[in-house]
């Protein structure tokens, strides 16, 4: 079964994250996949995105009960963060529905596209400081850019969990649904959006992003999480996680 379901029908492309049985949660396959789903996307005649998970949550984060993989680590952390390169990089505007968790890397890629949508019981945290690893997904850049700096580094340094509503209250999603409406209201803002000229949508996407430069930011991400990954309070934090029953 494919970690990232992908389909397009009446001009709406739904990607859907899909290790429910993990809640989401990242590891290597899934971001793989999820590549391909956008590439799939941007080769389609598909007029909108639509980003959602499969199961009880949108994306739980990293598996930390997945063994680091082998290898060169900032190739793995590259393709990561390809991930919202490709997500801004689509000349379609993507929409994400978020529901259950939306922690870490999850709430990362929400931050990646354009629309965010979440059920007003979403799960959101950034955790990374408070495990001893760096943020992701131009995080670093969007995150202020749309709560405020001061917010952020709350955020971010407090690691403390908040729902939907509190994610509208702050500005960092468009809008917080009912749980039971969330997939329904995705679905009528992409046919809105699919109803449109695409040419235009897809200007009006590029003009609005053309300030936002997160290249710098997606670098630096990376070479902090060299730096940590390796650390004695990630291997802590890890161990702790794993042993939990």
Known sequence: MPTVEFAVEDGIAQIRLNRPERLNAVATELVDDFLTALGAAARSDARVVVLSGNGRAFCAGHDLKEPTPPGDSRARLDRLQ???RRLRALRQPVIAAVHGYAIGAGAEFALGCDLILAAEDA??????VSL???VTGAASRLLPLLV??????????????????????????????????????????AK???????????????????PIDVEPALELE?????ITEHSAAVAASTEAFRSRS
């Not at 690691?159 to 409406?181: H, I, Q, S, T, Y």
């Open 82 to 84: 390809d991930v919202t």
């Open 123 to 128: 799960v959101f945290a950034f955790p990374e």
């Open 132 to 134: 001893g690893l760096s």
């Open 148 to 189: 405020g700096p001061l917010k952020a580094k709350e955020l971010l340094l407090l690691g403390e969990r908040f729902d939907g509503r509190k994610a509208a209250e702050l500005g960092m999603v468009n809008a917080a649904v009912p749980a039971d409406r969330l997939q329904a209201e995705a679905l009528t803002w």
């Open 192 to 210: 809105r959006i699919a109803g449109h000229p695409p040419a235009a949508a897809a200007m009006a996407k590029r003009v609005l992003d053309t």
């Open 222 to 226: 990376v070479s902090h999480a060299l």
